[in-house]
């Protein structure tokens, strides 16, 4: 069983900075072998894809967040983070992380390729 845990999200205005974090319990399995991805889903919209790091700590970006977002991981902490810069309104969304089981392959885009999802974390960016 694979439990994520997000936290990190809140209100800011537009140009500041947050970070995500994704706690992972891991029974039985060895969070560095993970993929890990972060996706969001603004009202109205569908999820999106918005990062995603591999086992080797390749990272994957969505056009949208390059340059601005930064994924990253602890296998010591079994915590996979998003430092989010350069905020825009259009970023406001419910994140989430996700868990890929699918080692050694690298994680995709698609939410279907992931196997385990946090509850999500509300970020809002105010203009």
């Known amino acids: 069983q694979v439990q994520l845990v997000e936290s990190g999200g809140g209100l800011v205005q537009a140009g500041d900075s947050l970070r995500l974090s994704c706690a992972c319990a891991a029974s039985g399995r060895t969070f560095s072998r993970f993929g890990m991805g972060w996706f969001r889903q603004a009202p109205g919209k569908e999820r999106e894809f918005v990062a995603a790091?591999?086992?080797?700590?390749?990272?994957y970006y969505a056009d949208a967040v390059k340059g601005r977002f930064t994924i990253s991981r602890d296998n010591a902490k079994n915590t996979a983070y998003l430092q989010m810069n350069s905020l825009k309104p259009e970023d406001t969304a419910v994140y989430y992380c996700?868990?890929?089981?699918?080692?050694?392959?690298?994680?995709?885009?698609?939410?279907?390729?992931?196997?385990?999802w946090g509850q999500g974390t509300q970020v809002t960016v105010s203009s």
């Open positions: 996700a868990a890929d089981m699918g080692y050694p392959r690298s994680p995709g885009v698609a939410g279907a390729e992931y196997d385990y």
């Open positions: 790091i591999s086992w080797t700590s390749n990272t």
